[in-house]
């Protein structure tokens, strides 16, 4: 079955602080993995991909197959980064695209 | 410049009393999805379309329907909504084919059943 699990629900770092969002994965397969963020007021909105395997406003994400984790890393967290964060995968995609999400976690950056 | 719009943003209606929620975008995707938000809960996806081509997912309950009379809109109607039915109904567009797509998500209707 395809799962994905966020073990917290909130989190809260000081400024400057190093930020870690835990992601862990169940799915038997090739998943792709995705990170959506949902701001104060605005809507859910993709943040990065592991496909692309890119920085995306300071946060990067690994693809560990063996741990089945993609966890969202930030060195030095911004107030602005306050926000909802959803982990998803998907099967490879060659016609529409099944997300499965994370519950969430609610990251909040403490000046 | 709003890509997906979602109309009403607030919605109220009774127990067992039928209620549309619509969704148009000015993306032009090939795909449409509907995903159900409960509190505190992961967003759950519910059906999409890829064109024309209904797709339900196997535990989205009979009581959701949805249609899609042209590429740009897409509807949800829920035949006999219950208590248990109040959430955060979101619809997200995605391109279709050889992906991953990012999917671009409207704001999202609440549905209040009293």
């Known amino acids: 079955a395809q799962r994905v699990t966020q073990p917290e629900k909130l989190l809260s770092v000081f400024k400057g602080a190093p930020v870690e969002l835990k992601c862990n994965y169940s799915y038997s397969g090739s998943p792709e993995l995705f990170w959506y963020v949902q701001y104060s007021r605005q809507r859910l909105q993709l943040l990065l991909r592991?496909?692309s395997r890119e920085s995306i406003k300071g946060f990067t994400a690994d693809l560990n197959k063996g741990e089945t984790s993609f966890h969202l890393k930030k060195p030095f967290a911004q107030e602005e980064d306050s926000a909802m964060y959803y982990c998803a995968l998907s099967g490879p995609q060659t016609g529409a695209q099944k997300l499965v999400f994370g519950q969430g976690t609610r990251l909040t950056i403490n000046p | 410049d709003a890509m997906v719009i979602q109309n009403p943003r607030y919605q109220v209606t009774q127990f067992g009393k039928p209620v549309t929620l619509s969704c148009s975008q000015t993306l032009n995707h090939n795909v449409m999805y509907w995903y159900q938000q409960k509190s505190s809960q992961a967003p759950k996806l519910l059906f999409h379309?890829?064109?024309?081509?209904?797709?339900n997912e196997a535990d989205t309950p009979d009581n959701f329907q949805s249609r899609r009379p042209n590429t740009s809109f897409c509807f949800l109607d829920i035949r006999s909504p219950g208590l248990g039915d109040a959430a955060m109904y979101l619809c997200?567009?995605?391109?279709?084919?050889?992906?991953?797509?990012?999917?671009?998500f409207g704001p999202g209707t609440r549905l209040t059943v009293t």
């Open positions: 592991h496909i």
């Open positions: 997200a567009t995605s391109r279709g084919g050889v992906g991953p797509y990012e999917q671009y």
């Open positions: 379309y890829y064109d024309k081509d209904f797709n």
